[in-house]
């Protein structure tokens, strides 16, 4: 048959634009399009108009560059909603209970999320593939670390990471060094390395941070500046220095893909003969009217949420009964306190420096693994720099004015120069009944909004309750040596934050009875379809996923080319 495309894409995020690239490299002939839902422009402008977005407007949230976006004003492809409140962050999600909530919203625009976010890149460790074989928990991925790694070089070659090779040498194995060195360390990056140079291990483990690897530019690297040291990295880099997907579809188009933005996908139809019908609405249209476009291979590269919630509505086969099920995130939280000394946060990226030595260990028997950052963005989501002027300045139980002029900016520097987070992101286990299924409440343009179950198992609850431990010993070491002060909270306040990580849902695996996809990302029960992105992960690892679902972009791209 005479298809209009060989492969359609659905969603120029990073996943969807590497894959573009990638299959459209390896066979130049090949007719390739790509489905948006996002309008928004990929230069410059665009990105001075969003940084003018964000320094205008009074809400400093992560939606708040993008909030004027058409797709989210009036609700044809709705990202969040704008609000700082995390119980109500996402209002498009349907999900019930006020305790156990899925706290991770995302982007929905060209580009995807990397638009907004801090761009952290450790690579997962090798007992994070083997987490049942070793310690009796979750699931094992169907390859090893050593099968990904030459996907992994390729991935940091891609999105451009810089890193210090001799710092991660003892952490994952590594067949080629870092694209490019490290992010220079900020000033309260080597006041913290010196203040906890002495400090003795913690449950037989060493606290040792090191500089975190990050797809931001420590020179210039595909035609981006360095990094200019701006502290607005998550949601918006006004310099571009930090990466993000525009790139990879700016490349695809350059290369012969065809894009089309502002089209939301409402149905994929898998045909007798193994091709698809790809459904679609532009929303720029009047009368809102379906369309469709045939294709060999249809790839599916929307997040965690989106892609079981198109299936669902699709009608696709569900054999394993996996689509939708084991949602995953990396839950965290963090401990504050006060430095005896400046330690100038906002000056750079806001995280440079990790400490990765408590993603594994024996522990992880009984408890979730966790990455911590030290933060160079004072106290974090715990209180901003405006928060902190507002307190020295206003009594709001006596409503009365506490300091002003002089005082206040002696006030504030005294106290916002020292202030300084250690946050933990903590591992959490595949539950099936933490899923994706579809609501009865629609969107503007009369699709099911996605429901969300979710639920912290105690695994979890016992990775944050660790992580706290952890981060208020190193607290408590920095209070009996330099004099920190301040610190907190106390004790787990038995709460926790998202990170955005949004993961399972597709789950990979060779067996069609209990996975969605098979090891190099094409559906068992839909031969044609092909699902990249972090919706594919079987666990969830202990460091942020997007490199990872890079690398295994690669392989499914690969293999996608290979059939063609």
Same mark, same amino acid.
């Given at each position: ?14 996943? #969807? ?17 790509? &489905? ?18 964000y320094q205008l407007s009074p809400t400093k949230a992560v939606p708040t560059p993008y909030a ?13 909603? #704008? ?13 019930? #209970? ?13 580009? #995807? ?107 210039? %690297? ?150 911590? *950052? ?84 105690? %695994?979890?609850?016992?990775?944050? @309750? ?11 070491? &920095? ?13 787990? @306040?038995?709460? %926790? ?26 559906s068992h029960d839909h031969p044609g379809i092909w699902v990249v992105g972090s919706a594919v ?8 996923? *997007?490199?990872?679902?890079?690398? &295994?972009t690669l392989r499914t791209a690969d293999a996608l080319a290979a059939a063609l």
């Amino acid at each position: 048959m005479d298809y209009d495309f060989d492969v359609v894409v659905v969603g120029a995020g990073v996943a #969807g634009a590497l894959a573009a690239c990638t299959v459209k490299t390896a066979k130049p002939g090949a007719r390739i399009r790509i &489905l948006d839902a996002g309008d928004n422009g990929l230069d410059a402008a665009q990105r001075a108009a969003f940084v003018e977005a964000y320094q205008l407007s009074p809400t400093k949230a992560v939606p708040t560059p993008y909030a004027f976006l058409r797709n989210n004003e009036d609700g044809f492809a709705p990202s969040q909603d #704008g609000t700082v409140n995390p119980v109500t962050m996402n209002l498009y999600y349907d999900q019930s #209970g006020t305790t156990d909530l899925f706290k991770s919203g995302f982007q929905r625009m060209t580009g #995807g999320s990397t638009w907004a976010w801090r761009g952290n890149c450790p690579r997962w460790l090798a007992n994070d593939f083997r987490l049942n074989a070793v310690y009796g928990r979750g699931v094992d991925w169907p390859f090893d670390y050593d099968e990904l790694e030459p996907s992994y070089v390729r991935a940091e070659r891609e999105l451009g990471i810089s890193g210090n090779d001799a710092e991660w040498a003892s952490l994952t194995r590594r067949s080629a060094d870092f694209p490019m060195p490290g992010i220079a360390p900020s000033y309260g990056d080597l006041v913290v390395r010196s203040a906890l140079a002495g400090m003795p291990p913690i449950d037989n483990v060493a606290v040792v941070p090191v500089t975190t690897p990050q797809a931001r530019n420590s020179r210039e %690297y595909q035609g981006r500046s360095s990094c200019q040291g701006n502290s607005s990295c998550l949601p918006i880099c006004p310099s571009g220095a930090k990466y993000d997907a525009g790139y990879h579809v700016g490349r695809a188009v350059e290369l012969g893909v065809d894009l089309k933005p502002a089209c939301v996908v409402t149905k994929v139809v898998h045909q007798q003969d193994g091709s698809c019908t790809v459904v679609f609405k532009d929303w720029t249209t009047a009368d809102l009217a379906e369309q469709r476009v045939t294709a060999r291979h249809v790839v599916l590269a929307l997040n965690a949420v989106e892609i079981p919630k198109l299936w669902l509505i699709s009608g696709l086969r569900n054999t394993s009964d996996q689509v939708g099920r084991n949602l995953m995130d990396h839950l965290t939280d963090e401990v504050v306190g006060l430095l005896d000394e400046p330690v100038f946060p906002f000056r750079g990226p806001q995280s440079t420096l990790g400490i990765e030595n408590f993603r594994d260990g024996p522990f992880r028997r009984d408890t979730g693994g966790f990455r911590m *950052t030290v933060g160079n963005d004072g106290w974090g989501r715990t209180q901003s720099p405006e928060a902190a002027l507002d307190a020295l300045m206003w009594d709001k139980t006596a409503r009365r004015i506490l300091l002003t002029g002089a005082k206040l900016q002696e006030a504030v520097n005294h106290r916002v120069t020292r202030m300084l987070r250690f946050s933990y992101s903590t591992e959490q286990l595949p539950d099936p009944g933490n899923r994706v299924t579809l609501s009865d409440k629609v969107d503007v343009l009369g699709l099911p909004r996605p429901r969300i179950s979710y639920r912290i198992d105690a %695994y979890s609850k016992a990775a944050l @309750a660790y992580g706290h431990s952890v981060a208020h010993r190193i607290w408590q070491y &920095l209070e009996s040596t330099v004099g920190a002060e301040e610190i907190a909270p106390a004790a787990p @306040a038995g709460t %926790y934050k998202g990170s955005g990580h949004l993961m399972g849902t597709m789950r990979m695996g060779t067996a069609p009875a209990d996975s969605v996809v098979d090891p190099a990302g094409q559906s068992h029960d839909h031969p044609g379809i092909w699902v990249v992105g972090s919706a594919v992960f079987p666990t969830g690892g202990t460091s942020n996923p *997007t490199l990872h679902l890079a690398a &295994l972009t690669l392989r499914t791209a690969d293999a996608l080319a290979a059939a063609l």
